[in-house]
């Protein structure tokens, strides 16, 4: 076996274990990550199916569909981690101390890591055109059936329902197997209707019956009751009898988030000129870019001192991922409000953060270490 042959065997093994290294690495602190969020959204989703009575079986597919977009966020905080404690251990272990002695610099240390940052790049590209937008239009969709089966379905017996904006409350004493509803009360709240002097009105009835029930333009005919109807604080109350009456209730717009930006299909956004819609777009392209120039400063920033901790420069890592982070989401806001053009958009984010992980390379980059094996070969 030629010299050239044993050289070229050497770097493959190493590239497989730096590898195999960074993405189990990766792999953890991701779970670990998305474990942690996946968490908070369950408080989030339980409490919001609580508050609007959604059908237990929904909440999970909820939970997994809003889970979906938590993906962009931590996969490229965890590549950028995973590098780090990656190429942590071996500077902590001296192992990295004799992979440079093999005359290994940056340019070794990127091939491998670059093949794994590609992968994850595509994957988040991936993500943030297709599987985000059509996971949280998607939930929008299940949450506004589940508010309106919640707000609109048969009513219970012995249970007041709010309706529609809440200024409509329902109550029915009992209900037979017909469906038709018995000793029936309804108020409604006219204090949100703009007039002049909000007025409110009691509907009582010995039954009812429920046309439409599960829609959002559904009809209650009353029978045999009386209206009550005046000002709050007054004496005055006017007194309606009546043998058949009905209320009709309207949900109106419920599209639960889906017509938001970021439900919306990237094809939606492209043919768009709404600066909202713009900067949802980038944002998307955002994503695998931020990946990609985190992995180009995680390497240099990796590097240990000698009796450094594995875990020294975390805090640091941290820190910058969040100024980044923060950063992008403050551009996408100015480009929301048109207070900066989608040309520059959040580009200016990624190049100053660019040319800071480049100076970090050159910096951590003496002249003469950065030759890799195969130019002495």
Avoid at 114 to 129: D, E, K, P, R
Avoid at 291 to 318: E, Y
Wanted: neutral net charge; glycine residues 10%; contains cysteine.
């Amino acid at each position: 076996m030629t010299r050239g042959a044993v050289i070229g065997l050497a770097l493959r093994t190493l590239d497989r274990y730096i590898f195999r290294e960074v993405a189990v690495t990766w792999l953890a602190v991701t779970g670990v990550l998305l474990i942690i969020l996946v968490s908070l959204q369950l408080a989030r989703v339980l409490a919001q199916a609580a508050a609007n009575n959604f059908p237990s079986d929904i909440v999970l597919t909820l939970i997994g569909l809003t889970s979906t977009a938590y993906l962009t966020l931590v996969v490229p905080i965890g590549l950028f981690l995973a590098i780090m404690l990656g190429l942590g251990r071996l500077y902590h272990e001296s192992e990295m101390a004799a992979i440079q002695s093999c005359g290994v610099g940056p340019g070794g240390l990127y091939r491998p890591i670059a093949v794994l940052g590609v992968l994850i790049a595509g994957l988040l590209a991936w993500l943030s055109f297709w599987a985000v937008p059509r996971a949280s239009a998607r939930a929008a969709e299940i949450r506004a059936e589940a508010v309106r089966e919640a707000h609109f379905g048969l009513l219970e017996p012995g249970r007041f329902r709010n309706i529609g904006s809440g200024n409509v409350v329902f109550y029915a004493e009992r209900v037979d197997e017909n469906g038709v509803l018995y000793n029936v009360n309804v108020f409604i709240d006219h204090s949100r209707d703009d007039e002049a002097e909000p007025k409110l009105e009691v509907w009582r009835a010995t039954r009812a019956e429920q046309r439409g029930a599960g829609r959002a333009d559904q009809l209650f005919v009353l029978y045999d009751g009386e209206r009550y109807e005046g000002v709050p604080g007054s004496a005055e109350f006017r007194t309606i009898k009546f043998s058949e009456g009905s209320y009709p209730i309207r949900l109106g717009a419920l599209d639960g988030g889906a017509g938001k930006p970021a439900a919306k299909p990237t094809a939606a956004l492209l043919n768009s000129g709404n600066p909202a819609d713009l900067a949802e777009l980038e944002w998307r392209l955002s994503t695998p870019v931020m990946a990609l120039i985190l992995m180009v400063g995680a390497v240099p920033l990796s590097r240990l001192r000698p009796r450094q901790g594995r875990f020294g420069k975390i805090g640091i890592a941290i820190l910058a991922y969040f100024l980044y982070s923060l950063t992008l989401d403050a551009a996408r806001t100015w480009v929301e409000d048109g207070l900066v053009p989608p040309a520059i958009g959040l580009w200016w984010v990624h190049g100053l953060a660019l040319c800071f992980a480049v100076w970090l390379l050159v910096r951590e980059s003496p002249p003469g270490q950065a030759r890799p094996v195969a130019a002495s070969a």
